[in-house]
């Protein structure tokens, strides 16, 4: 973190300035106050992402993360409507207990590679799809609906957040509150990255035998990084939740892994701001296609098999020198 | 008893077929297949057409089915996941592939056929009963040999002929099977096309019993996957006994467990997790694929 250069220091500066200050005031002049919504949504699903991210980064095809986003927002769902704790409270305690249930499901099928945890992932989300449904604390596929709206959070009686529900714009509430997560968890994702466990996570990428015989412990490394993605995952769906105010098992389905996993892959998976970058332009060019009406799928996935014959490597890999490093 | 057998033996015939083109294609290319699901229902549109709309007889459909999906298939191997795989610097590229593959099939299929049920006439009346102990109608048994033979057929050609030696010679050793002088480019689009003709094929058969629509590949393309699994990656005896245990757990889980509702799957889906903690190459698969 130390070593950041002025060029990489200059663009953090400038994605904050954008990300608070010049998309506010720009939607505030366009009037669209929708593209708060739109804009909170990249950002949540970024999160997640950047959480699937991670485990490609120690060489695992991440199918799964659509799974542990809907284990956040159940959590935080039920820990919202049902005991009627501060969403405040609810949205660490999603995140740590999709952590923990990562663990356990994590010991077993991190033994798997390759294309077979691919596939067990991607098993995993309809599992976790149909437990929603099955079991009666979700509600079945009623889900739970008109969740609350985030209410204060004060600590010593200064108020840090008010509350969401008397203000007049909560969807830019929403919106900044998410603006904060997304760069504590890509600055957070970052340090990961440049530290001795992102180092230890490159060689398990290229060879975990090698990795292991030189003292790594693989293992032990592989189910810290799996935790902290579905972390990430939980996190990003518990506050999906709230925005949406309703949680259904069909609220994150396998599309919805496999979404995630777009983003990377289109992002690049050798950038840590990959993520961002693939969720922010799969989103919008989605959305962008819409006033094509019926030929919107058409024209996206061509789009994307144009885009993966043209770049295989990611977006990002397109100016690879400039663009490491910042956003 | 022999009522969940029959259907078992149905429903794993039909399942095998289809997890076979899927572990083909791994097998040839190492790469996963999203939109082997898309590709079946769209064997079936084809069939419904020929048969269903145009009217010409059932075994034409199946035809032009089979024939649509390989020359499908070749020209996606030729013209998309092989130059992406020449180019990529990893190897799981080809799933952002395979993925944008099955949106834009479905795309096709929303705007070609659109999204409603679409089934076809008979192929066959009557209904086979011994003794009410095992009731299968006709159109189903037939559809079951059916897929028996081209199972069979499917074995035999990949054992005796010569695409077939030169196929497993490329899933076992890519490197040295074109030492050996084994046109892999033009073996490997054969492969790929095979696979996607069987989706095609299944495709053809289920649609006059099941209809089809357009929201069966993303399902019908997890179910594959799992049967996979079971089996071990690229394996073909795995993916038959992959596809005939997936059609006999669903035919036992779906007349013992029908009075608590819709947990089959669940059961199915966390004993394939636990299965695979303890084997994870499945049943027949190489270690670590």
Redesign the interface.
């Known amino acids: 973190m130390n070593s950041l250069s002025k060029l990489q220091l200059l663009g953090i500066l400038g994605f904050f300035i954008a990300i608070f200050g010049i998309v506010p005031v720009a939607i505030e002049a366009l009037g669209r106050n929708d593209l708060y919504f739109t804009l909170t949504s990249v950002g949540l699903l970024a999160i997640a992402s950047a959480g699937v991210w991670l485990t490609f980064y120690i060489g695992r095809i991440n199918i799964g993360q659509g799974a542990f986003a809907l284990l956040g927002a159940y959590v935080s769902a039920i820990l919202v409507t049902k005991f009627d704790i501060s969403f405040w409270f609810s949205l660490p305690v999603a995140g740590l207990f999709a952590a923990v249930v990562a663990i356990l499901i994590g010991l077993p099928i991190l033994r798997l590679r390759g294309v077979y945890f691919a596939m067990i992932t991607l098993v995993l989300t309809q599992v976790f799809t149909l437990t929603a449904l099955a079991l009666p604390i979700t509600n079945g596929a009623k889900g739970i609906t008109s969740i609350p709206l985030p209410g204060a959070l004060s600590v010593f009686g200064i108020t840090l957040i008010p509350d969401f529900s008397t203000l007049q714009n909560p969807r830019q509430a929403f919106y900044f509150a998410t603006g904060v997560l997304l760069v504590l968890t890509f600055a957070a994702m970052y340090r990961l990255v440049n530290s001795r466990l992102g180092h230890l996570c490159r060689s398990m990428q290229q060879n975990e035998e090698l990795a292991s015989s030189i003292g790594v412990n693989v293992p032990y490394i592989r189910v810290v990084i799996y935790a902290i993605s579905s972390f990430f995952g939980g996190i990003g769906g518990a506050m999906f939740g709230s925005i949406a105010q309703s949680v259904y098992p069909s609220s994150f389905q396998v599309v919805d892994s496999v979404n995630f996993m777009l983003n990377c892959f289109l992002g690049g998976l050798g950038y840590v701001f990959g993520p961002m970058l693939g969720t922010l332009v799969l989103y919008f060019g989605w959305d962008l296609l819409f006033e094509f009406g019926k030929y919107q799928l058409l024209i996206y996935s061509s789009l994307l098999i144009i885009l993966m014959l043209v770049l295989p490597n990611g977006l990002l890999s397109l100016r690879l020198p400039k663009r490491k490093g910042n956003s | 008893m022999e009522q969940i057998l029959a259907n078992g033996i149905y429903l794993g015939s039909q399942y095998a077929m289809i997890a076979l083109g899927l572990t083909l294609i791994?097998a040839l290319m190492?790469v996963?297949n999203?939109a082997h699901g898309q590709m079946y229902v769209l064997g079936g549109f084809v069939t419904y057409t020929i048969y269903g709309q145009l009217g010409f007889p059932f075994l034409t459909g199946l035809a032009m089915s089979c024939l649509t999906l390989f020359l499908l298939g070749a020209l996606i191997e030729r013209f998309?996941f092989a130059?992406?795989i020449r180019?990529?610097?990893?190897e799981?590229?080809t799933?952002?592939?395979a993925?944008?593959?099955a949106?834009?099939f479905?795309?096709?299929i929303?705007?070609l056929f659109g999204e409603k049920q679409r089934g076809v006439p008979k192929i066959m009346d009557g209904v086979f009963n011994w003794d009410f102990r095992l009731i299968m109608p006709y159109d189903r048994i037939l559809i079951c040999v059916l897929a028996i033979v081209a199972t069979v057929s499917f074995i035999l050609f990949m054992q005796y002929s010569k695409t077939g030696r030169a196929l497993r010679a490329l899933a076992q050793d890519r490197v040295a099977a074109q030492l050996m002088g084994v046109n892999v480019e033009h073996y490997s689009m054969i492969g790929f096309a095979l696979g996607a003709m069987l989706a095609g094929l299944v495709g053809g058969l289920l649609v006059t019993i099941t209809g089809i629509n357009l929201g069966m590949g993303?399902p019908t393309s997890?179910k594959a996957?799992?049967m996979?699994?079971i089996g071990g990656?690229g394996v073909i005896s795995g993916a038959i006994a992959g596809g005939i245990i997936l059609g006999f757990l669903e035919a036992i889980g779906l007349s013992v467990l029908s009075q608590y509702?819709?947990?089959t799957?669940?059961l199915i889906?966390?004993s394939?997790?636990?299965f695979?903690?303890i084997r994870?190459?499945?049943l027949m698969g190489k270690p670590?694929?």
């Open positions: 791994f190492n996963l999203f998309l130059p992406v180019r990529s610097s990893r799981e590229s799933m952002l592939l993925a944008g593959l949106f834009f479905d795309a096709v929303l705007l993303g997890i996957f799992m996979v699994m990656a509702g819709d947990i799957y669940l889906f966390v394939l997790m636990i695979l903690a994870p190459q499945g670590w694929g």
